[in-house]
């Protein structure tokens, strides 16, 4: 099964919230999904049809994100040059 995206979506991550929820559709079977925002304006990524390895796929993408940002933050805590 591929990922599938209804319409283009862009998300400014900023302070998030990110969150994750776990519940049960109309047939009672469990659902599961991150949640990137809050009550007006958030996005949600389902895992409930993914396999294992798509959502450990997720995780180490996740982590390349946070190291880059820690990079970033770092090169901007430098003096700058004359």
Known sequence: MNSKLYGPVAVDLNDGPVDIQ???????????????GDLGQSIAISVTTANPDTVAELEAKVAELAAWTQRQQEIRSLPEVA
């Open 22 to 36: 776990y519940g049960h559709d109309l047939d009672g079977k469990p659902t599961a999904r991150l949640v990137i």
